[in-house]
Each structure stands twice: as C-alpha cells, then as structure tokens.
C-alpha cells in the first residue's frame, strides 16, 4: 500500500458518541472503515492507540476486548501523563494500566517476547483473539530502561526525553548541508540523557503539553 508498511492512529473510544466527545469529530466510522481498507490492502502493521481515562476506561475495555478478536492490529493503552498545563485532568482522569495488565494475564494473554530495540511498551497476545494487547505505562518501575527514543522540535531543538527541559539547539547543524557535524553534535549530547523520566516527583521538565513534541 503506496510502501507504507506501518500506522499509528487514535482512537480513544469505541463509542462514536463518545469519540465525538473526546475528539470533537464525529469521524470513528470513518476511521474504522480505513482501518479495514488497509488490512484488506497489503496489511500494514497497524498500532491503534488509546489514552486511559478515569471517565471512560472501565466501560470501554470490553469494547476494545470485542473488536480485537476479529481485527488484527495492536491496540495500545497509554496511560496518560501529566505535563506541565495538566495537573488537575491528571488527578481526575489518571488510571494505571498495571490492572488492565493483571485482567489480561487472568485471562489468558501471554507476553509478547519484544526485542530490545521494541520501546517501552508491554505487548501481549491471546490464542482467541487476532489483535495484541500493548501496555504503556510509564509509571511502571524501569518503564525507561529500554529507551531509544530523541525527538527533535518544529524548532530545531534535540529533546533527549519527553519531559526533559527545554531542548539542546541543532539549528546551526541542521542548516549545514554536511551531516558530519550533525552526528557528532547529536553523539555528543546523548551522554546527557536521564536513565529516566522524574514523573514520580512531578517534575514534567519543559513539556507543558505532549502535543509540543509530538507525543
Ligand atoms: S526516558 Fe523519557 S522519552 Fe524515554 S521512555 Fe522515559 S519518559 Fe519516555
């Protein structure tokens, strides 16, 4: 399919009054019907990614549980995570995924055997079910250990984490047209990358919202 050979999408209901709710679009039908056409065409690896809410979660597992027996994609709970401009739909809405992990353990869903390269998310399967289970959960103990991620900003700012502070400038070397200097900046720099995130300490860094860097 056009060489796209893997997708990430949203959708943080199943529910379409509630994906209107949510997103303030009334598209989840639409969404779902490309999800089909792009199954059907080629099969790209499809990543489906849902945030956990308080308001929401509790009813929609089982929906979620529902469409993945028959489409395969890999649905992923994010569990949501405070930023600088969020502290109160935080406290309110924050669930951790470590009980939805638990429920599917008790329900026959194995762990995925990841590469190290794989990321920080926990990935599962069912013998049932044609779709897999992934579990983001950064406050999880060592969610950080396997780590690969840099972001750079719209800027031209290295952001070593998420919520690390305000980025480390590679304008200069971005504009050159040589590479060279660009890698070594970047490789010099990565010797300041945290073992990991201080979330727990609420410090969410420069970050005051995911959409700075793109999540
Ligand atoms: S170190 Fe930062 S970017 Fe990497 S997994 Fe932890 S929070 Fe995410």
């Known amino acids: 399919m056009l060489g ?15 994906f209107h709710a949510i997103t303030g679009h009334n598209k989840l039908d639409t969404i779902l019907k490309g999800i089909d056409m792009a199954l059907a065409d080629g099969r790209p690896s499809i990543k489906v990614n849902t945030v956990l809410m308080k308001e929401y979660s509790g009813r929609n597992i ?5 469409w993945l027996k028959d489409t395969p994609v890999t ?5 949501l995570m405070q930023t600088g401009d969020n502290q109160d739909f935080f406290d309110a809405q924050h669930v951790q995924g470590s009980r939805i992990k638990q429920n599917l353990i008790l329900d026959g869903w194995l762990p995925v055997i ?24 950064p406050y999880s103990k ?3 250990n396997t780590c690969n991620r840099l972001r750079v900003s719209s800027s031209g700012k290295l952001h070593l984490c998420l919520f690390g502070e305000n980025g480390l400038s590679l304008r200069e070397q971005l504009q050159s047209d040589n ?19 201080f979330l727990h300490d609420k410090l969410t860094g420069g970050t005051k919202h995911l959409a700075m860097l793109g999540g």
């Open 142 to 144: 060592d969610f950080c």
């Open 179 to 197: 590479i060279i200097p660009l890698q070594t900046k970047i490789l010099s720099l990565l010797g300041d990358k945290k073992a990991a995130h």
């Open 114 to 137: 990841q590469e190290k390269t794989a990321g920080p998310a926990q990935e599962f399967y069912h013998p049932d079910y044609q779709g897999r289970i992934g579990l983001i959960m």
């Open 62 to 66: 089982q929906s979620y549980l529902d």
């Open 75 to 79: 649905l992923r709970f994010i569990e």
């Open 4 to 18: 796209i050979d893997a997708i990430n999408i949203s959708i943080d209901s199943l529910d379409p009054r509630q």
